[in-house]
């Protein structure tokens, strides 16, 4: 299929539509659409909008409107607010997204997502029924933490100071270098949250495994996943193509780190055996990978250490908050969908793999 090459704007004057302004969506309406390059069409679309809730006050104190646009909070008198051109605001057409139900939905769990972010910075805890647990991911301020039982990690710990030498070795970041990096706080819905602990439960406490080869592998998750959402963003379009990209890369990311950080101790025979066999060339896990074998039980698992991979690299904000929305979608895509994709029955061991486990074959 040849790319769109339409001249008309994806967002009509006056639409209502959803606008992110860092890393948060709020309400706005469309005022104006102009070509970002007269001469180059192909180049998108600028908009001008105005955040819903921005209030006549500003205009008489020559203020700057707030950074925030209160469209949660905005009052229902202001469903017909005439909106004023001083505190128009243009933005690419990427900042912008449809005022569905979906997108709705993922802006207020941006926003919870947030909340808990400020909560955890001012030192309040999280809802004390959230406690009673720590298994893997149980976290909810997004990090990775490991709970009770101990794994290797191939995640490299920030620097705590030392000399001076050991500090400027190539490679190695500064720890205020470090600390500046944009953090990731990956929404987790609540749905997931109970897999998790019910995971970590079942493996660590019940010493059963989750089926390997699985019956609904990642790679089919995100296929699916991919499918599903390309239908809903332009053929050859920006957003496809970073689609695309994130897809590929939760692929990678899984393959390299399931080994290595997604498992737990009772777990390694399985995949010892499993790595071996797809390592041997043949028979019928030959060609594939271990995100063709294994579950979203251990997808989730990289869902939460994802934060401190990410942590990691030399991504920029704007590239972490893109990254953020892409991926709150897909968990929010798979929270609706737990039968197809987290229903499988985990299964008891057998004596003969508790011997080996406990040997550490």
Not at 35 to 61: A, E, S
């Amino acid at each position: 299929m040849a790319p769109s090459t339409s001249a008309q704007p994806a967002y009509s004057k006056d639409e209502k539509v959803l606008c992110f302004h860092h890393e948060l969506l709020y309400e706005a309406k469309v005022v104006e659409a102009k070509v970002k390059d007269p001469n180059d069409k192909k180049d998108g679309y600028l908009y001008r909008v105005h955040y819903k809730g921005w209030k006549n006050t500003y205009r008489n104190y020559n203020m700057a409107p707030p950074r925030r646009a209160m469209a949660v909070q905005a009052h229902k008198t202001m469903a017909n607010y005439s909106y004023n051109h001083s505190w128009d605001d243009w933005v690419p057409q990427e900042r912008l997204r449809k005022f569905t139900d979906e997108n709705k939905e993922l802006a207020s769990n941006l926003k919870k997502d947030m909340d808990a972010q400020r909560r955890a910075a001012s030192g309040r805890p999280a809802s004390t029924s959230t406690t009673k647990k720590r298994p893997y991911g149980s976290d909810l301020a997004g990090s990775s933490a490991r709970g009770s039982e101990d794994r290797s990690s191939a995640v490299p710990q920030p620097p705590r100071g030392g000399t001076k030498r050991g500090r400027e070795i190539e490679g190695i970041d500064k720890e205020e270098d470090f600390l500046r990096r944009p953090a990731v706080r990956l929404f987790m819905p609540d749905a997931l949250k109970s897999i998790l602990v019910d995971d970590w439960e079942k493996v660590t406490k019940e010493q059963k495994l989750a089926p390997v080869p699985s019956p609904t592998p990642v790679t089919q998750f995100l296929n699916e996943y991919e499918t599903s959402e390309m239908a809903h963003r332009r053929p050859n379009s920006p957003e496809a193509d970073i689609l695309e990209e994130v897809v590929a890369g939760v692929k990678e990311y899984f393959n390299k780190s399931l080994g290595r950080i997604l498992l737990y101790r009772f777990e390694r025979q399985q995949f010892y055996e499993m790595h071996k066999a797809v390592e041997a060339g043949h028979g019928e896990h030959a060609g594939k990978t271990l995100a063709d074998l294994y579950g979203c039980e251990h997808l989730l698992r990289l869902f939460v250490s994802l934060p401190d991979l990410i942590a990691h690299t030399n991504m920029d904000q704007q590239s972490v908050s893109r990254l953020r929305e892409e991926l709150t979608k897909m968990t929010s895509w798979m929270a609706k969908r737990l039968e197809m994709y987290l229903g499988n029955e985990y299964q008891h061991a057998g004596q003969e793999y508790l011997e080996s486990a406990k040997n550490g074959a």
